[in-house]
């Protein structure tokens, strides 16, 4: 059953939550268009790389498991070289 509440004692406890989902809805805009911006830097850095004649290799790992394969499996590859960066 619903609660008789009218909506003029049940605003202050809606604002707060109204509030809150303005800030996610701003904040996820902002951090798409971040990410976006990010994303086409990351693109420019690879395509000059790759242009310049060097080798990229780029491994996306969802879990911690993931990344310390990935990291055995090009330090088994590559060996001791420390030229490396994780975003």
Request: glycine share 10%; aromatic share 4%.
């Amino acid at each position: 059953m619903a609660a008789h509440v009218s909506l003029f004692i049940a605003s202050p406890l809606l604002a707060p939550l109204m509030m809150m989902g303005w800030g996610a809805t701003v904040g996820g805009l902002i951090g798409a268009a971040t990410g976006a911006r990010n994303d086409k830097d990351f693109k420019a850095l690879v395509s000059d790389a790759v242009s310049s004649g060097q080798v990229v290799l780029v491994v996306e790992t969802r879990t911690k498991e993931e990344t310390a394969t990935a990291s055995e499996v090009i330090k088994a590859a590559v060996g001791d070289y420390n030229d490396v960066s994780t975003l």
